[in-house]
């Protein structure tokens, strides 16, 4: 390109200025990384749902139970494949900061119907066998240093006092990109066993899977009809509008993410936009002698943004590398908080196109300004 | 052969026919050109002289397509400048004219160099091409052992050659020189009119200027004045300083 030259010997102009506004623009970009790893998190339940799965959940809410033997009636109704059941344990492993979902599943069906959860053939068939057996997701061994054959007490405050122990039969893993490794799974005939009589026989929820995702709105409808008018009537709906459900329980967090993000948007085009008409400013009377040699208008507007989007790319670079490093450290702080921070490639990729694009917006003005100005006006102030 | 009395001559290589110019100033009407015309020749020399506020600059910004006037036309070699559009009048400007500021007006974060090859940049020339004519370009202005230095590295007339060069590297049709030496000690001004002397009489360069210097004046084949918007001609204008002091 034959006016690179003159692009990068411009943004060398100032070099205190360029530093600081990259410097700037790249502190913003961790930021806006930040809250869109967050955002992401947020919504993952979504992003990863499999578009064949429904959630059967009691009409008055998640922490109403239903009856077990909804399973059989569920499972009878045509384009159901699989059914299982979870329900939610809520114990607190040593200390209450140590948070993580424990789930009491249903041992015969929940492989079928959660196939991207991976657990060794030898690991799970013990897992069958053992009552008092438990599986955890990988990152969650991990951050307590858990193996296989580990004897874990958890407290629990829903299912009378005290402690239950469980061993450690298996480790899953996730081949979904973003799939949750961080869940403690026990087995839903042991939790039967000692659970209060009130909650015996009992589900939390059911997750189907189905035979073709078609099949969704004729199931869920037959489902719901099914249990119309009985004790415990039904709400089902596919897996991800449970999750975009559930992720609302935290109250509106993509708006406040939005807000925060509209604010770093709107103060990095100020910035950005305030250096590059400085620099336009400074040096009127030299795009002044470059239309009056013969660069056309469009060329001088170039120029500008180019010199905008070169600082905005390159601070954007920057912070997204800066993010690269922060974010997984911050993830860790907030295990248990939140959702695994992960900044995908997708997410980097839309870090370099905000960047650029806020480049451009924040050199539209005083490029156009440049475009515009009078080339005999702009030289007599020389 | 330079004419200001507006009579036809096809073989002009400038020719300006009634050229007004009229600026609206805090409400107020000036006119700064009225009615002027003049014919250049191909090879001409020709200095513009008058007070401050006289229409020099103006006059040079219309000929040379920054300006347009509010009456009358430019033909430039054959080219009606007057009514060419914008983007066309940039091209045109590329092609036929070079410009040398008093100021220099050069690019400081470029080498002398990077100065000189800013007008082709606009061109199709390939970057050996371009180094060619650069290289040229300061060979003629005796800056060829000063390229890579930056215009804070130089001396104003070296700065000034610089634009020179900078002006002539794509082989204008003219030269439109504002006050070339208005910013220079006596020595370096004898050397950029050495200069354009040897431009217009080597390379048969044409070339306009505008100077309040009537020793620098006197260097151009010939001298107009402008007087309240009109042009006079250096000879015609001291027979009329002669006939009013006579009387």
Redesign the interface.
């Known amino acids: 390109m ?2 690179r ?2 692009i990068f ?2 943004l ?2 100032k070099k205190a200025r360029l530093v600081l506004t990259i410097g700037s623009f790249a502190i913003a970009l961790v930021l806006f990384t930040f809250l869109a790893v967050v955002k992401s998190a947020f919504n993952r339940g979504i992003e990863v749902a499999g578009a064949d799965r429904l959630i059967v959940v009691d009409r008055v809410g998640l922490m109403q139970l239903m009856p077990i033997s909804y399973a059989d009636k569920i499972r009878a109704i045509p384009g159901v494949k699989y059914v299982t059941h979870d329900h939610w344990f809520g114990g607190v492993y040593q200390d209450e900061k140590n948070f993580f979902p424990q789930f009491v599943i249903d041992v015969d069906n929940h492989r079928q119907v959660y196939p991207e959860f991976i657990v060794p053939d030898e690991q799970w068939n013990n897992f069958a066998k053992d009552r008092q057996g438990a599986i955890a997701g990988k990152r969650l061994a991990e951050r307590f240093h858990w193996k296989v054959g580990d004897r874990i007490p958890i407290k629990t405050t829903l299912y009378g006092a005290g402690a239950w122990e469980f061993n450690l039969d298996g480790i899953y893993h996730t081949d979904k990109e973003g799939g949750d490794e961080s869940q403690f799974w026990l087995q839903w005939k042991y939790f039967d066993e000692r659970a209060p009589s009130v909650i015996k026989s009992t589900a939390g929820w059911y997750i189907l899977k189905l035979e073709s995702p078609d099949d969704a709105v004729r199931v869920a409808k037959s489902i719901d009809e099914k249990f119309a008018n009985s004790s415990d009537e039904t709400k089902t709906e596919t897996e991800s509008a449970f999750a975009a459900g559930f992720a609302k329980q935290f109250g509106n967090i993509e708006f406040l993410i939005l807000t925060i993000g509209g604010v770093v948007f709107f103060t990095l085009l100020l910035v950005t936009g305030n250096t590059m008409a400085i620099s336009v400013r400074e040096r009127i ?2 795009l002044a ?11 001088v507007l170039f120029l500008v943004l180019a010199e905008s989007v070169v600082i905005s790319f390159i601070g954007g670079v920057l912070g997204l590398l800066l993010a690269l490093v922060l974010i997984p450290g911050i993830s860790a702080a907030l295990t248990g908080l939140l959702p695994p921070l992960l900044l995908s490639k997708p997410l980097l990729a839309l870090g370099v196109g905000f960047a650029i694009f806020v480049g451009a917006a924040s050199g539209l003005l005083p490029g156009l300004g440049a475009m515009r100005m009078r ?2 006006k702009a ?1 007599r102030r ?1 | 052969m330079i004419r200001v009395d507006g009579r036809s001559d096809s073989q002009s290589l400038i020719r300006a026919r009634g050229l007004n110019k009229t600026y609206t100033r805090a409400g107020e009407k000036i006119q700064v050109l009225q009615g002027l015309n003049l014919d250049v020749d191909k090879g001409d020399f020709v200095a513009f002289m008058g007070p401050s506020g006289s229409g020099k600059t103006t006059l040079l910004n219309l000929l040379g397509g920054l300006d347009v006037p509010s009456a009358g036309s430019v033909i430039v070699d054959g080219d009606e400048i007057t009514h060419m559009s914008g983007s066309k009048l940039t091209n045109w400007r590329a092609r036929h004219v070079g410009f040398i500021f008093q100021m220099y007006n050069l690019i400081p974060v470029l080498t002398a160099y990077q100065n000189v090859e800013l007008p082709l940049l606009l061109t199709k020339l390939s970057s050996s091409e371009r180094r060619k004519h650069v290289e040229t370009a300061l060979g003629v202005v005796g800056l060829a052992d000063r390229m890579n230095h930056y215009p804070r590295q130089l001396s104003g007339g070296q700065e000034q050659r610089v634009t020179i060069a900078r002006a002539i590297v794509s082989d204008p049709t003219f030269l439109l020189c504002d006050e070339p030496t208005g910013d220079l000690d006596r020595k370096s001004a004898d050397e950029i009119m050495l200069l354009i002397e040897e431009l217009v009489g080597k390379y048969g360069k044409t070339v306009l200027m505008v100077t309040h210097d009537p020793l620098i004046a006197a260097r151009a084949h010939t001298t107009l004045h402008l007087d309240k918007g009109v042009l006079v001609e250096g000879s015609k204008l001291q027979q009329g300083v002669l006939a009013g002091g006579a009387r």
Do not use: M, Q, Y
């Open positions: 034959k006016f030259r003159l010997a411009n060398f102009r009377s030299e002698v470059l239309k009056a040699i013969g660069f056309t208008d469009r060329s080339v005999v030289l020389v």
